[in-house]
């Protein structure tokens, strides 16, 4: 198993003077904007999500890519359009996710994608159903240097795992997990550091402590517990879990339910972080699925000009002094907890 010191160290080993700068010019700007209520930014991102695509081959009930249910088109990002990305925030740029929507193995040049941006000595991390895990992509995934794949598995049996992965095979998942920690382990390689992420919903809440010791009897480095975004929650889901530790909603006198964390007028994601899908939109975060809130995009300007617009500032406006009134910070749970064992 890979240790989370080791992990650490690994994201560690890809700083440099200039990206410590950047960071302390976000945390700076970041500060003095909350103060001011004003918008201020004098960095870029060091943590952005790039969407490899929005096709996905499961049918998730809560998510629009399973639910068929984006207005914008699905498509495949382009790879001109990646290294573009790339080439003008690498010196800044820390931490890479190649996901937004959809499923990232997909894309069929996503080990090249990962490839380019590794060797910018970017950390590269992805989520996946891990229904493409066979060898092939086992190799490829372990060629690319990805730094930390993330495997959504939401239950420890089939009937539990499909209420939610709906079309999914777990044992597909399972086996494709297996096969991956062995081949690494005969490889002798120190990534990508492997997380089980384990959304918990009502189906699957009494499987927390099997789905650690199943991590364990694979060789997996990590469970990652996480809570469901449920999109007409105020009047309860058959998703939401009993064990309120495990929800974002709290159940309220009336019979409703509510958000449990308090919508402050202040978000870090503004001033670190954003959303590139595969088309070049630039949105604000990953809650904005629908793409509904497009700051700019990269067919039409550089990052840079997109960042600090007008529209940027105002959207970063808008946060400092209503947040409530956007409507994709209204399910928002930026600050939630999120468990690891």
Partial sequence: MITSWQDWLNLLSKLTAQKCWNITKNLGSYYVSRFRQKPQHWGLPFSISVEPTTACNLRCPECPSGLRAFTRPTGILEKDLFQKIIDELADNLLYLTLYFQGEPFLHPNF???????????????????????????????????LDRLIISIDGTTQETYEAYRIGGNLKKVLEGTENLIRT?????????????????????EHQTEEVKQLARNLGVDKVVFKT??????????????????????????????????????????????????????????????????QLGSLAESSFQQIWHSQAYNQFRQHLLISRKNIDICQNCTEGTKVWAD
């Fill in 184 to 204: 690494r382990q005969q490889r002798k390689l120190k990534k990508p550091y492997t997380i089980f992420q384990f959304l918990v919903v009502k189906p699957n």
């Fill in 111 to 145: 080990f090249e994608l990962v490839k380019y941006a590794s060797r910018k000595k970017i950390y590269t991390a992805t989520s996946t159903n891990a229904h493409y895990l066979h060898q092939k992509n086992i190799d490829k995934t372990l060629d690319s240097g």
């Fill in 228 to 293: 469901a975004q449920i999109y007409n929650y105020q009047n309860g889901s058959p998703l939401l879990p009993t064990q309120e530790k495990y929800s974002r909603y709290k159940l309220q006198a009336d019979g409703t339910y509510r958000i449990k964390n308090k919508l402050l007028n202040q978000c870090w994601r503004m001033w670190h972080a954003c959303v590139i899908t595969w088309d070049g939109k630039v949105v604000p975060c990953c809650f904005d699925k629908d793409a509904s809130h």
